[in-house]
């Protein structure tokens, strides 16, 4: 079974950084494809970020390019994606998600801020921006 533990949310200033993690577990870590989602209070479920196993293949939402950055790294029983965000904005603030799913690399790129896109999925970190 699949499983994807997200860590590293908490509050910030505007201006400042958090790192989130997300570690997948499991068979075979089903992770060719992993993304953060975020949803804001009262508003839908958006894509910000995805990355493929090829580590250098990645996809932003134009609202946190140039500020965030993602990443993966691999261990003997798990992978590990990180999302660094710098310069947050109170817009920032939401639940933060992970997903990740076995697709192609096109279809992960093409695809990869749809949340239909993914089968697995974390149970979230907040993050909260204050002014």
């Known amino acids: 079974q699949v499983r994807l533990v997200e860590s590293g949310g908490g509050s910030v200033q505007a201006g400042g950084s958090l790192t989130l993690s997300c570690e997948a577990s499991?068979?075979?870590?089903?992770?060719?494809?992993m993304a953060w989602f975020r949803q804001a209070p009262g508003k839908e479920r958006e894509g910000i970020a995805a990355i493929y196993r090829d580590r250098t293949s990645t996809i932003f939402d134009d609202s946190v390019s140039g500020r965030f950055r993602i990443s993966r790294t691999y261990a003997v029983t798990a992978v590990t994606m990180r999302l660094q965000m710098n310069d947050l904005k109170p817009e920032d603030t939401g639940m933060y998600y992970c997903?990740?799913?076995?697709?192609?690399?096109?279809?992960?790129?093409?695809?990869?801020?749809?949340?239909?896109?993914?089968?697995?999925w974390g149970q979230g970190t907040q993050v909260t921006v204050s002014s």
């Open positions: 499991g068979y075979e870590y089903s992770s060719d494809c």
């Open positions: 997903a990740s799913y076995d697709i192609p690399r096109e279809r992960c790129l093409r695809e990869g801020g749809a949340e239909e896109t993914f089968a697995y």
